[in-house]
């Protein structure tokens, strides 16, 4: 299976995209710039979010980690199902975020919007 170049270009986007939140939440989190882009106002506040912002740093560089290695076996179908698994994951999840609160539908827009456009230059381009 063929995965399209611009389909490349924005799962591509989308894997370095989660690898930058997983770099925030995972490694960077104790700097009170990382912290504020999630909208985390109190060293308190953040010390408590830690544990589960660490992990949801995992789980984000994991997705990125589904798409490049998919994006590495390219022209296999096992490298095909694993970015559009990958992707499928990364837009049901920017879903949750904007139906869990409405006000995040920016940053909503930000996470799913790259692999949603990888999946839907993907379809466009199957005959």
Do not use: C
């Not at 504020?36 to 408590?48: P, V």
């Not at 827009?109 to 466009?124: D, E, I, K």
């Amino acid at each position: 299976m063929t995965f399209p170049l611009l389909s490349a270009l924005f799962a591509m986007i989308a894997g370095l995209l989660h690898v930058y939140i997983f770099v925030l939440e995972s490694v960077r989190w104790r700097h009170p710039s990382a912290w504020r882009k999630f909208g985390i106002t109190s060293q308190e506040h953040a010390d408590i979010i830690r544990p589960m912002a660490f992990n949801q740093g995992f789980y984000n560089l994991f997705l990125a980690a589904g798409v490049i290695v998919g994006l590495a076996l390219s022209g296999t179908l096992v490298g095909y199902g694993m970015i559009v698994l990958a992707l499928a994951i990364m837009v049901l999840a920017a879903v949750v975020l904007v139906v869990t609160n409405r006000t995040l539908w920016i940053a909503a827009l930000v996470q799913g919007l790259p692999p949603l456009l990888a999946l839907v230059t993907m379809l466009m381009a199957e005959p």
